[in-house]
């Protein structure tokens, strides 16, 4: 028992938390086997278990059964718990209790929370991680109430409180699970469920960090280089992806073409911010046409913001790529962004996380297309929402193999953690070379 707490106290910031994510997937999945979860007349074998409790953890909201009717009221409270443990990160919910119970939080811990939020220093991160908790259940408790007022007119006050409580945490933490069947398709035109799941997705989305600085802000008037880049590409994704899915479904009959024009403006813009990190739809994915389908797969690759639940290779990293190419094509030795210079391990860093994401999708369509006999942008589109975790699906994940649940199981838990913090948990510590080679000049393009 010694020899193992001496190894654990050398684990890096990385492998603590690939190995808290595990615990809470093995623990999820243990939950959802219990007969207690079921609905009667239902049944789990263990790989769905496994793949609803990987999902719910990872925020993700890909499902291979239906929520609302297989699993009873505890096993919807398991899976929303899932949820708001994997978005807000397991190590914030730790420092909860930290905090009730008056503990003092070490070096070690606090450089895991640095780790788990994806933050520059270790400065005022415990302060940090409290205005994250606070922002959570402010944003959650208020949707929460919007929506049972709201949703009363057409259920019961109970049931309306925990749909509303449900979805409210889910949409927060970007999970993307819903208990009606068909996603929110049926508000497809309503005003006030469209503007709530529209503001809350997107306060999940811009990341902890960006939150606390816009809470801020009124006094200090000042936002970092971060906050600006993250607003900034967020609103140009929003607006972009809106504006091309209401031209390219706008005529389409299966999905914007029945709606009210009030309805058509929505829709359109709950897909685009959905599709970043949500999962959530009020169209039915797969009657769009192919062209809006893979745009919907560019917008899922580029994901969320850093530090919130979202997934994705990040705004960031895409601003970053796109100030980069700009640079090389204007002939300019910096890539900047709002009058500041990129450093240049930023880049590098940065393509290096498309690659590896790139990667992933690469090889995790080709292994599906081998075992699952379905079309491949079906394929592809599943693939790279279990690589951002965004949970949109075009229908083709309660049809997959045993076999390719679980590589989707695989692809969803390596993209929540990232790939490169698995890459730092299973490799060794970094060591400084104490030399370096000489230059060489290779023909590029």
């Known amino acids: 028992m010694n020899t193992w707490r001496k190894r654990t106290l050398h684990w890096t910031p990385a492998r603590v938390l690939v190995t808290g994510f595990l615990f809470i997937i093995t623990i999820g999945t243990i939950l959802l086997k219990l007969p207690i979860s079921t609905a009667p007349g239902h049944s789990l074998s263990l790989i769905d278990a496994l793949f609803t409790a990987t999902s719910a953890v990872c925020v993700t909201g890909l499902v291979v059964v239906d929520i609302g009717t297989t699993f009873s009221a505890f096993g919807q409270g398991v899976i929303i718990s899932l949820v708001q443990i994997g978005g807000i990160g397991f190590m914030s919910v730790a420092l909860l209790f930290y905090l009730m119970l008056g503990k003092k939080i070490s070096l070690r811990e606090r450089l895991i929370l640095q780790e788990s939020i994806n933050a520059n220093s270790m ?7 409290r205005r994250v908790i606070i922002f959570v259940f402010v944003i959650q408790g208020t949707a ?4 049972m007022l709201h949703w009363s007119s057409h259920m019961p006050w109970t049931q309306a409180f925990c749909y509303a409580l449900f979805h409210s945490i889910s949409l927060f933490n970007n999970g993307g699970f819903d208990l009606f069947g068909s996603s929110f398709q049926q508000y497809a035109g309503d005003f006030v469920t469209n503007l709530v799941a529209f503001l809350i997705v997107l306060s999940g989305g811009l990341g902890f960090i960006v939150l606390a600085e816009l809470y801020d802000y009124p006094k200090s008037r000042r936002l970092s280089l971060h906050s600006k880049v993250v607003l900034s590409m967020t609103a140009l994704l929003v607006v972009a992806g809106a504006l091309f899915i209401f031209i390219f479904e706008i005529t389409n009959p299966n999905t914007l073409g029945e709606l009210s024009w009030d309805g058509k403006l929505y829709a359109s813009f709950f897909q685009s911010i959905s599709a970043r990190s949500s999962g959530t739809a009020t169209l039915e994915i797969a009657d769009m046409r192919q062209v809006t389908q893979f745009f919907l797969i560019i917008l899922m690759f580029i994901g969320a913001s850093p530090g919130s639940a979202g997934g994705g290779i990040k705004t960031t990293t895409f601003a970053i790529l ?17 009058r500041h210079r990129l450093a240049k391990d930023q880049i590098v860093k940065a393509l290096t996380i498309i690659f590896l994401a790139l990667f992933m999708v690469l090889s995790v369509s080709m292994l599906l297309a081998v075992t699952e006999d379905e079309p491949f942008i079906s394929i592809l589109f599943e693939t790279v ?5 965004v949970g949109m699906s075009m229908g083709l994940t309660p049809e997959m193999t045993p076999f390719g649940k679980l ?39």
């Open 407 to 445: 590589v989707i199981c695989m692809t969803m838990f390596i993209g929540r953690i990232g790939p490169m913090t698995l890459a730092y948990a299973l490799g060794n510590r970094k060591e400084q070379s104490l030399f370096r080679y000489p230059e060489g000049k290779i023909m590029i393009g």
């Open 385 to 389: 929402s279990a690589v951002a975790t």
């Open 144 to 147: 929460t109430i919007i929506l």
């Open 322 to 338: 796109l100030a980069a190419v700009y640079a090389m094509l204007r002939g300019r030795e910096d890539a900047v962004l709002f």
């Open 123 to 129: 400065e005022g991160i415990v302060r940090t991680i």
